[in-house]
């Protein structure tokens, strides 16, 4: 049975710096009841008209804590602000790339968090594919929040 983290984000609506309208910076996540030895976080857009759903962030091997800062670097080892590993998202680049739907649109960012039992041993750049896989068999715990983008 795999447990429950509280997920949460500072805002419902995407402020500009976490957009490619300002900073395209990743946003601090915070979280609460996590007992696990690794996070990762896969962010999603479930409903993108020209396929079924688009990752924009993928990032693992992060530390167990409470708050996963803001602006992480768009890198695929990090060292700071925290340790962590980096994937190749939809856009085919490395790190958080910020909503930016069509003018007059929408869209729903489904940020999903996973305890892990263990550090990943995937490559730095790998997909959301190698992540869902590698994953398998390790999540002790999972979360998600949403947020919107409007432009």
């Given at each position: 049975?795999?447990?429950?983290?509280?997920?949460?984000?500072?805002?419902?609506?995407?402020?500009?710096?976490?957009?490619?309208?300002?900073?395209?910076?990743?946003?601090?996540?915070?979280?609460?009841?996590?007992?696990?030895?690794?996070?990762?976080?896969?962010?999603?857009?479930?409903?993108?008209?020209?396929?079924?759903s688009?990752?924009?962030?993928?990032?693992?091997?992060?530390?167990?804590m409470?708050?996963?800062?803001?602006?992480?670097?768009?890198?695929?080892?990090?060292?700071?602000?925290?340790?962590?590993?980096?994937?190749m998202?939809?856009?085919?680049?490395?790190?958080?790339?910020?909503?930016?739907?069509?003018?007059?649109?929408?869209?729903?960012?489904?940020?999903?968090?996973?305890?892990?039992?263990?550090?990943?041993?995937?490559l730095?750049?790998?997909?959301?594919?190698?992540?869902?896989?590698?994953?398998?068999?390790?999540?002790?715990?999972?979360?998600?929040?949403?947020?919107i983008?409007?432009?």
């Amino acid at each position: 049975m795999v447990g429950h983290i509280q997920v949460s984000l500072d805002f419902l609506e995407f402020p500009p710096t976490c957009t490619c309208d300002g900073g395209d910076e990743s946003p601090p996540i915070q979280l609460l009841g996590l007992n696990a030895t690794s996070l990762a976080v896969w962010v999603v857009n479930p409903f993108i008209r020209s396929c079924c759903s688009f990752t924009p962030w993928l990032i693992w091997n992060i530390p167990p804590m409470d708050m996963i800062p803001g602006n992480i670097p768009k890198i695929t080892d990090v060292t700071l602000p925290i340790p962590c590993n980096q994937g190749m998202n939809d856009y085919g680049i490395t790190g958080y790339t910020g909503p930016c739907p069509p003018p007059g649109e929408s869209h729903r960012y489904l940020f999903r968090v996973y305890g892990l039992d263990t550090m990943l041993t995937i490559l730095p750049g790998s997909t959301s594919h190698d992540l869902v896989a590698a994953m398998r068999g390790h999540v002790l715990q999972y979360g998600e929040t949403v947020a919107i983008c409007t432009r």
